[in-house]
């Protein structure tokens, strides 16, 4: 699986056998649309990100597991750094 949102829509696209144009018109947007949210070029709006998933028949968290990854990162790094001015303050 890709790291990117991109990358997984394209990946589940080809591994359902569907064009882009095919992709297109059952979400009622261009190709152009299509290939730039592949290429990261565009960023998704939420209603699509929920079309998509049910045209894949996947979870929405399938397109969003490295925004997920992202958050857990952000806060291990905050704990850490409270732990690190803890340690000097009072070590």
Known sequence: MGDSIGQRIKAKRLE????????AEKLFVTQQTVARWE????????????????????????????????CVDLIFLHLLVVFLLTLSYFG
């Open 39 to 70: 290429n990261g070029k565009h960023t998704l709006p939420v209603k699509a990100v929920q079309d998509l998933s049910e045209l894949f028949d996947v979870p929405t968290a399938y397109f969003l597991v490295k925004i997920k990854l992202l």
């Open 16 to 23: 359902l056998k569907l064009t882009q144009n095919q992709v």
